[in-house]
């Protein structure tokens, strides 16, 4: 397993953009599918976004679809979430997840990491 450590999150406007980062170690970090996840306080975890091994299919939940953008570099270990027009309904931590595939829910399996907090205010 890889052991992930996000970061990039803060307190930022509605309408203004951050980018997360999520930095892994260990060298089997470009065999698996990359996930972010986000949880709002009071709500259920959630899928946000994904990317395969390979950084040629990106998969996205449909709010963040259009505003978000995924992308990862294997050879810095770390991928990243890129979030414009960010709304304040977007305020959760979000977590980055490394497993065997797409999942759109959260899993047992896999490696997480501790999260970030994003906070939009309005």
Not at 29 to 50: D, I, N
Not at 95 to 109: F, K, N, Q, S
Request: hydrophobic share 35%; with cysteine.
């Amino acid at each position: 397993q890889v052991q992930l450590v996000e970061s990039g999150g803060g307190l930022v406007q509605a309408g203004g953009s951050l980018r997360l980062s999520c930095a892994a170690s260990g060298r089997t970090f470009s065999t698996y599918t990359l996930h972010w996840f986000r949880q709002a306080p009071g709500k259920e975890r959630e899928f946000v976004a994904a990317i395969l091994w390979d950084g040629r299919g990106t998969y996205y939940a449909d709010s963040v679809k259009g505003r978000f953008t995924i992308s990862r570099d294997n050879a810095k270990n770390t991928m990243y979430l890129q979030m414009n027009s960010l709304k304040p309904e977007d305020t959760a931590v979000y977590y980055c997840h490394a497993d065997r595939g797409v999942m759109m829910r959260p899993t047992m399996t896999g490696s997480w990491g501790q999260g970030t907090q994003v906070t939009v205010s309005s």
